[in-house]
């Protein structure tokens, strides 16, 4: 768990740190208007409304900085010594969700891959009816995520004097300006949420969503305490990338006591592909009526894929019960403890992907794939700390974790500065999380990149850690790498989707001192990232120019 960061303020190059976020609106409650027809959403409202609102903009602030893609217009406010600019992009319609498809989906993820490397974070505006649909659908989308990916809306419209409206969106920006938490998230009354993990279960309260089976990614109060250990890291060498293609050949089939083999037929004939099964308590269907479990069995047989979650929001399916051993028997995949959301939209996802065969997609339904279910582990002790906490005579399991929090991120810091594969290995077994920080904001990646260590590097990035996360001088590993022209980590970085992420000032500022240093090597490597070598500073100057003045 750690509290917002933002506190380190400045650095040598700008006096705030700044972030990028875009907002992608596509309707719902936070930006409808009553009508004569009832709540409606209305175009061009809703971004001009925001101006006026001083939470969330200060005209004050100067921000020619950024030059927004496609002219969008951009809006900014500064909070915990961050300026977080974010522009509003306004999807035509704007919708209910409930007229939500699987299209718009599609767009979303589009939208976000298009200026994924513009912005620094994302934010949804969505309505809530189908806003965990939509969240499931789009984790399973969006793969090897390196940014923040929100979700929010609201039970009221924000220009209502009592709204919910202001305080989700103001908190969904702050969290996508301030943090990296490479998921699809739900933010929501003061939470957050794993996108796939979340129900909405009320509709007249502002808590209206429920995370029944993983607690929230972040409690927003006074602080903001994230749970950084919670957080789910994709852990592969690869870029982010997204895959659009859903079925719609999929449905959900609710048990109810008396139900019909003939309606279990009917519901599972051709076209349909996928079946989310929803069972009594952990699993269990009827075992006295064989018609029922036979129906179950030939569409198995055809290759219908029928996943079975059960109707309890809390708890997972296994098959304890004779009851629920039967499904299993008969083809029926385990669900363990998915909410029907990602359950139905892991199913379409899977069932769109050309590239697999069934036998692939029938073992995908089971494993975890993006934090969406419960993987059960036996619990294994890490021996350094405990000898610690014996020293320490410390013996309770809070006193233990925060040795354990204090030690692991000094100790996985130390272990990549030096390239030690074999501790960051232990380290990680024992539960350290590699993307702590030392007291300056440098993770073991940032460490590992700049000395050069390319096993540790890989090993790093293979257990998930960031290559977004910026040190107290807003720095990445990537530039650490391309500063101390560490050109085989820089070339590992890159394939895992890093990316430069600053300004043309700040650009000019690292190459000015290169130049300095006489580092060819580096210059020519930043080069190769990308970086014109023709760009001038605030003061005109290009690169060429401070060669010059040094050679004067
Ligand atoms: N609160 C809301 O946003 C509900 C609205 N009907 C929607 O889902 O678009």
Not at 151 to 159: C, M, R, S
Not at 243 to 250: E, F, P, R
Not at 522 to 535: C, F, H, I, M, R
Request: hydrophobic residues 40%; glycine residues 6%.
């Amino acid at each position: 768990m750690s509290r917002l960061y933002a506190h380190h303020n400045s650095s040598s190059l700008s006096e705030q740190a700044e972030s990028k976020v875009l907002i992608l609106y596509t309707g719902g409650t936070i930006g409808m208007k009553k009508t004569e027809r009832g709540y409606e959403p209305y175009p061009n409202y809703l971004a001009n409304s925001l101006k006026s609102l001083p939470m969330l903009h200060d005209p004050n602030y100067d921000q020619e900085l950024f030059s927004p893609p496609d002219n969008l217009e951009s809006l900014i406010f500064s909070i915990y010594g961050c300026r977080v600019i974010y522009c509003v992009m306004e999807y035509e319609p704007l919708m209910d969700s409930s007229d939500m498809s699987m299209d718009v989906w599609a767009k979303i993820a589009m939208d976000i891959r298009k200026y994924y490397e513009i912005f620094d974070g994302f934010v949804i505006l969505h309505g809530t009816d189908t806003m965990a649909y939509t969240s499931s659908a789009l984790s399973f989308m969006l793969e090897d995520l390196g940014k923040s990916i929100i979700l929010t809306g609201a039970q009221v419209p924000i220009y209502e004097q009592r709204s919910d409206g202001r305080e989700n969106l103001l908190g969904a920006l702050i969290i996508a300006g301030h943090y990296v938490i490479p998921e699809v998230t739900l933010y929501f009354d003061h939470k957050l949420y794993r996108g796939n993990r979340v129900i909405k279960d009320n509709n007249r309260e502002f808590n209206a969503f429920q995370s029944p089976n993983f607690a929230p990614l972040a409690n927003v109060g006074i602080d903001i305490e994230v749970q950084w250990s919670s957080i789910f890291r994709s852990g592969k060498l690869q870029k982010f990338h997204i895959y659009t293609s859903m079925s719609s050949n999929v449905g959900i089939l609710r048990l109810f006591p008396g139900i019909t083999a003939e309606t279990i037929r009917t519901f599972l004939l051709p076209p349909m592909e996928g079946v989310i099964l929803l069972s009594y308590g952990s699993g269990n269907a009827p075992s006295r009526f064989p018609n029922i479990i036979n129906e179950f069995r030939k569409a198995c047989d055809r290759g219908v894929l029928i996943l079975n979650i059960s109707q309890c929001c809390r708890g997972f399916v296994d098959d304890s019960y004779m009851v629920g051993k039967i499904l299993t028997n008969v083809g029926i995949i385990p669900g363990a403890d998915m909410t029907p959301e990602a359950a139905l939209t892991k199913m379409s996802y899977l069932l769109g992907r050309d590239d697999l065969d069934l036998a692939t997609k029938r073992r995908m339904l089971k494993e975890n794939l993006r934090g969406e279910l419960t993987v059960r582990l036996s619990w294994k002790e890490s021996e350094f700390i405990n000898s610690v906490a014996q020293a320490l005579k410390a013996t309770s399991i809070k006193e233990i974790d925060t040795i354990q929090s204090m030690l692991f991120p000094v100790l996985l810091c130390s272990a990549a500065a030096v390239g030690n594969v074999s501790s960051l290995k232990t380290l990680t077994e024992q539960g350290a999380n590699v993307n702590s920080c030392d007291y300056d904001g440098r993770t073991p990646l940032h460490l590992a990149s700049y000395e050069g260590h390319v096993e540790a590097v890989r090993f790093l990035l293979e257990k998930g850690a960031s290559v977004f996360s910026r040190d107290r001088l807003h720095r990445t590993p990537y530039i650490d790498a391309l500063l101390n022209s560490q050109a085989e980590v820089v070339k590992i970085l890159k394939i895992s989707g890093a990316h430069l992420h600053i300004g043309g000032e700040e650009i000019t500022f690292y190459l000015n001192n290169l130049i300095e240093e006489n580092n060819v090597k580096s210059l020519k490597l930043w080069e190769e990232a990308g970086v014109d070598l023709n760009l001038k500073g605030s003061d005109f100057r290009t690169p060429l120019h401070t060669v010059c003045h040094f050679l004067d």
